[in-house]
């Protein structure tokens, strides 16, 4: 069969509470065009599905034209690859499994793969970032979750069902805090930032120390880092009881899938050093001693914004074509 010339464009999408956001990404991962609007303001998943389809209609008539379009691919919480669904996910409006993959292709009449943002984020970082040239390594998205991903010879562990790589939701803490997801002592309810800033809260009434915190109008990941930077002693104790806790966490990991490398993405990698010393040092300190000093502990320097488009485009290059109008 001779075989037709090649679709040149796919269109990835990355979900987040606040914003989802389009983009048309190119063979060599070139962003050609992007659009967004506020996930936030469809809290029903047939209106969202509505929206995200004009939208993405709307864009890819205005850049190449339908028949450009070889496939779509869906970064999104709690998203299942194997599926293609949204399974029980703790942040967003949507509750209960979400055949998103499949309502989004009966719209659109093309190829949807769809998986969580720690996924897509790995497929991004290894394509683009700094997993480029791995075969085994594990990457951390520090952000209003914990996700996780681990590449084994250079491809993704999803396990029986999918679920693979669930970091966030390992305990930490015997009966300890309530996670979003229903189960105590999760180390995204210490590490995720709602969790910093509850430890920014609990460190400020367990003490009358002097704090900017307690003045601050709201707490993120960027104003603690602020306090640090002026010497604030529970900004700095906020940090180092998160980067200690994350630490044992990341060491645990390792220990058991001995990687090359941890590549730190997302938001919270903003808090530098003040996280990112006692991540090490409790690391170092926890890991199987065989492998001490030999995991390399790597921050992010991709945009994270640009980075999940690119792996949400990688998802879609690689899920099988279909097409309702070949």
């Excluded at 997993?131 to 993704?156: D, K, P």
């Excluded at 996280?275 to 926890?286: C, G, K, M, R, T």
Aim: proline share 3%.
């Amino acid at each position: 069969m001779i075989q037709e010339e090649m679709k040149k464009q796919v269109v990835g999408v990355d979900i987040k509470l606040k914003k989802t956001t389009i983009a048309i990404v190119d063979l060599r991962g070139n962003i050609i065009a992007t659009d967004d609007f506020p996930s936030i303001d469809y809290p029903f998943i047939g209106d969202y599905v509505s929206v995200l389809s004009e939208r993405i209609l709307a864009l890819v008539e205005q850049h190449g034209g339908y028949e450009s379009i070889r496939s779509v691919g869906l970064s999104a919480p709690s998203g299942n690859n194997p599926t293609g669904s949204i399974v029980n996910s703790p942040n967003m409006p949507w509750k209960g499994v979400i055949p998103l993959a499949a309502m989004l292709r009966d719209r659109l009449g093309l190829a949807v793969a769809l998986a969580n943002n720690a996924y897509v984020t790995a497929l991004g970082e290894h394509a683009f970032g700094a997993a480029h040239g791995l075969q085994n390594f594990i990457t951390v998205s520090l952000g209003s979750g914990v996700g996780s991903c681990f590449f084994s010879n250079g491809q993704v562990h999803l396990g029986v069902d999918g679920f693979a790589g669930e970091f966030g939701h390992t305990c930490v803490e015997h009966n300890g805090r309530e996670c979003g997801c229903g189960n105590k002592g999760c180390l995204e309810a210490y590490c995720a930032e709602k969790g910093i800033i509850r430890t920014a809260q609990e460190l400020m009434a367990e003490s009358d120390k002097p704090s900017l915190m307690r003045e601050a109008e709201k707490l993120s990941y960027e104003t603690i880092q602020a306090f640090c930077e002026q010497g604030d002693e529970l900004a700095i104790e906020t940090y180092r009881r998160t980067g200690e806790i994350l630490g044992i966490g990341l060491a645990n990991f390792a220990s058991i899938v001995d990687p090359e490398a941890i590549i730190l993405t997302g938001p919270g990698t903003k808090a530098g050093k003040w996280l990112i010393d006692p991540v090490n040092e409790s690391f170092e300190a926890h890991v199987f001693h065989n492998i001490e000093n030999h995991v390399k502990l790597i921050i992010s320097t991709m945009d994270d914004h640009i980075r999940n488009i690119l792996g949400a485009s990688v998802l879609a290059w690689e899920v099988k074509e279909y097409s309702l109008f070949k």
